[in-house]
């Protein structure tokens, strides 16, 4: 299986902040790299997929990079609605597996 | 609107069964791979099995190979999940996950449903 690792596990930063999060794969998975929000007591929402699409109704301050085994996602400009959990995803091979996610928590 | 709905979650003794059913509408069911990804409390989301198209297809991760059993009825826009054997590790929202595009084994997946909470405990 393919190993998803995130970093940091928890981030703490404020409005208006450029904030970036890492996404490492065990072996290459091409382009093949999604990423997640999950806000309390909701499912996960769809913000990129193949690495770098931003998907439909998504603000344009949240971009991806990457392929290979390493991938960022950036939110330019923290709003109070991002303050939320992120994971990635690899849909290169099964099992789909995730990262661990990211806390992204308001200083 | 894509809409995908769970239910039957709720307490269960562990050795227990219990059956999950999620029902979709809004999009052509028989088009899509479906999958059953779960959380357990304040952890990450692990995927746990799918199913493909005309349900001739089923892969699970290892931890429910045996107990678990991933279906479908196309004519009914449903998707299922029978869990046999059932432990306190297994205790987690389950959640309902069509992947992005049609008759994609491996996709982003999109739309999710609200989740239904299984719990394990005596």
């Known amino acids: 299986d393919i190993q998803m690792t995130q970093s940091p596990s928890s981030l703490s930063a404020s409005v208006g902040d450029r904030v970036t999060i890492t996404c490492r794969a065990s072996q290459s998975i091409s382009s093949y790299l999604n990423w997640y929000q999950q806000k309390p007591g909701k499912a996960p929402k769809l913000l990129i997929y193949a690495a770098s699409s931003l998907q439909s109704g998504v603000p344009s301050r949240f971009s991806g990079s990457g392929s290979g085994t390493d991938f960022t996602l950036t939110i330019s400009s923290l709003q109070p609605e991002d303050f939320a959990t992120y994971y990635c995803q690899q849909s290169y091979s099964t099992p789909v597996t995730f990262g661990q996610g990211t806390r992204l928590e308001i200083k | 609107e894509v809409q995908l709905v769970e239910s039957g979650g709720g307490l269960v003794q562990p050795g227990g069964s219990l059956r999950l059913s999620c029902a979709a509408s809004g999009f052509t069911f028989s088009s899509y791979w479906m999958s059953w990804v779960r959380q357990a409390p304040g952890k990450g989301l692990e995927w746990v099995a799918n199913?493909?198209?005309?349900?001739?297809?089923?892969y699970y991760v290892d931890s429910v190979k045996g107990r678990f059993t991933i279906s479908r009825d196309n004519a009914k826009n449903s998707l299922y999940l029978q869990m046999n054997s059932l432990r306190a590790e297994d205790t987690a929202v389950y959640y309902c996950?069509?992947?992005?595009?049609?008759?994609?084994?491996?996709?982003?997946?999109?739309?999710w449903g609200q989740g239904t909470l299984v719990t394990v405990s005596s």
């Open positions: 199913i493909k198209q005309d349900g001739s297809e089923k």
């Open positions: 996950a069509r992947p992005k595009v049609p008759a994609a084994m491996l996709n982003w997946f999109d739309p």
